[in-house]
Nanobody
Framework: QVQPVESGGGLVQPGGSLRLSCAASGRLFSIDAVGWYRQAPGKEREWVAIITRDGGTTNYAGAVKGRFTISRDNAKMMVYLQMNSLKPEDTAVYYC??????WGQGTQVTVSS
């Protein structure tokens, strides 16, 4: 495939959880960092999380720190985002970032009471 395929989004109540998955391919997947971005309507795409090649280091945007966890499985060429304690402000289309390939279609996350 030439772009990531994100899945796992949906409608969730505030305080709920979702686990996003990204199936990816590309020469750089296993030798570079990958991450997650999100984009709310009318806003720029913003960085959410990143994880190093071997998964040893992760970093998060301040807005999600302590609530989201990024992970990866290089053998399966997958990246995940576990989202807990979701807030309405987390509502956005979530995209995984894989160096060297295009953005995927994303997966919609809607947090609403």
């Amino acid at each position: 495939q030439v772009q990531p395929v994100e899945s796992g989004g949906g409608l969730v109540q505030p305080g709920g959880s979702l686990r996003l998955s990204c199936a990816a391919s590309g020469r750089l997947f296993s030798i570079d960092a990958v991450g997650w971005y999100r984009q709310a309507p009318g806003k720029e795409r913003e960085w959410v999380a990143i994880i190093t090649r071997d998964g040893g280091t992760t970093n998060y945007a301040g807005a999600v720190k302590g609530r989201f966890t990024i992970s990866r499985d290089n053998a399966k060429m997958m990246v995940y985002l576990q989202m807990n304690s979701l807030k309405p402000e987390d509502t956005a289309v979530y995209y995984c970032y894989v160096p060297g390939i295009n953005w995927g279609q994303g997966t919609q996350v809607t947090v609403s009471s």
